[in-house]
């Protein structure tokens, strides 16, 4: 029923209410839109109902992605190989770790996760999830240093 340009205006609508994406709208530039531009479909193309259209490679927040928060549905082995990646980075407090899996919910083995980043600085995207519970990681951050402030 609506052209990729009018999913896009409606997407960045509600992005705009989000305060961790309010700044990362999806653009409509086609040059930007590598992977819609490689199929051939424009911004004129309407869909079919139920149809997935990818408009880019990228998928992190700042080209369109969008942040889901699975900390409390995430299977507990994917916790331990979080923890195990910032305990392998000597003086490495605390990350955020990115990790791409088939179900975050299955318990993880050499086919079907890889994980992608250790971010020494990552940003609040946990306030402010597209979907799942907010999570207060910056107050987390502040009260490991208030109690721990001897040990540095």
């Known amino acids: 029923m609506h052209t990729i340009e009018e999913l896009i205006d409606e997407k ?9 994406m309010r700044d990362y709208l999806i653009p409509k ?11 051939g479909k424009a911004l004129d193309f309407i869909p079919d109902a139920g149809e997935i259209v990818v408009l880019r490679d990228e998928s ?8 889901i928060d699975y ?3 995430a299977h507990p ?5 979080a923890i195990r990646a910032v305990q392998a980075i000597p003086g490495l407090h605390y990350a955020g770790i990115d990790i791409i899996a088939k ?3 299955e318990q993880p083995d050499i086919s079907n ?6 971010e ?3 940003g609040p995207v946990s306030m402010f999830p597209w979907i799942g519970e907010p999570i207060d990681m910056p107050g987390s951050v502040i009260d490991f240093y208030e109690n721990n402030l001897s040990n540095f």
């Open 29 to 39: 530039d086609l040059t930007q839109l590598n992977r819609l531009n490689r199929e």
């Open 113 to 118: 996760y890889v994980l992608t980043e250790v």
């Open 71 to 73: 900390t409390n549905t």
């Open 77 to 81: 082995d994917f916790k331990d190989i």
């Open 60 to 67: 992190n927040i700042a080209n369109g992605g969008e942040s």
């Open 120 to 122: 020494f600085s990552p």
């Open 12 to 20: 960045n609508k509600i992005r705009l209410s989000n305060p961790s």
């Open 103 to 105: 179900d975050i919910t």
